[in-house]
């Protein structure tokens, strides 16, 4: 059987489906991981052998109606795991209107691989006609939270730095590269405002965005001159632009704003405190036993407070101060920890100690008439040459001035790191690693 997985978000996504697939690979099957938009190319060019294709958003556009109907149509079978909205959010119905995904829409999957009770039962209760293809599975993401994934945390400073409080960003609305008003033109291209209000919603949330950034601006300059014993590290979230937040912290001498590029999972597990506003990383740290502040004001129009329940809650800077302090003396903090654990059982499942297993016994279940198939070395030789001639016939329309091409990528997959991780996760699998061909630098086929 071969598994096409597209990634949006290689530094969030990539070690999750690595994890994926060595676990397919154990089983004879081969997985390729490459852009949505190179795998719809060479679907349309007829050089990808039929197989399951594995998509992180349940809600289905038209655009993207279109996409998924022409895998269909080519004997492809769908599969869906969300990389994180439903655990966000306080009430599941808000997931399903920021999402825009509604009880008509097109619903292509042979499976649905769901984080917990939660999203699995409410998934079940709204696509009633189709509950038998909602799987609580766990995420294959969750799993490298754990602490037998600890290998991959390797610390990013020197022993002898300072211990360092981290501070996670979560407003790439606002400080991201892309204006809003660009993500605005998204939001409706993908028919998220399906009503005045969730158009509303939007735009109330780009503000309460602005108000709970700029509070986190001050806190950070606040605690830079409260804390001189400690470093203050501000990890930009991967859609931010590092630029804008080295722009704002230029003279704070303890404060670094650190690269985005790669996994924030190290930076979580070695800090001695994250603080954050309606960010998963809260999620991450709990599983890793990392104490959390969750500062600033409530998210009201967005509703993204699964992450502000966990924690301490801290809305003034007097309260973040009286936060540190709990948190500095662990013993004190062990209430909150235990708190945190009791709010995420429902929204996610750490019991499982095997969800990539669970999902691709459910693809050769379901899948069954495609697990003969496999990539050969031709089908490799004609995926190559198909994105070489794209990629040069695309750099001569653009030396002609046509416009509104959009780009493959804008992200490689980092060979060094995936190769280092599929190590580590192998190891811990005790499963072999899995055989490794670069297509490109952007396209990567394990097994």
Partial sequence: MVIYIPVEIPVRELPGYLLLSIVAASRGHKVLIASGIDLWLLKRLKILTKGCYLIKNMNVPSVSKTVYDGFLNDGFDMYCQEQESSILFGEFSSHLNVLG????????????????????????????????????????????WKEKYAALCQAKRSPNAKPYILVVSNFSYIMGDNHWSNLYLTHKQLEMFQSNLQEQTFHNTIAQESKICSDMILAVKHLSRKNPKYDIVLRPHPADSTSNWKNIFCDDENVSVVDNSDSIDAWIQNAKAIIHNGCTSAIEAVIRSVPIISYGPDRIHDDLTIPNNLGIRAKSLEELDRSLEIIFDRDSYEVYQRNSERVLDPVISLDKENSALEMIKIMEKKSYELLQNDILAMDILNIKVAKFLKKNYDLVRRIFGVKGLSAQTKYFLDQKQAQKELILISKVLELPEPKVTWVSKNCLLLG
Avoid: A, H, M
């Avoid at 984080?115 to 599975?137: A, E, H, P």
């Fill in 101 to 144: 995904i509604n009880k008509d829409q097109f619903v292509p999957f042979k499976g649905v691989f769901c984080w917990g009770k939660r999203d699995t039962n409410n998934y079940k209760n709204y696509f009633d006609s189709k509950k038998d293809i909602f799987y609580n599975t766990g995420s294959v993401r969750l799993e490298l």
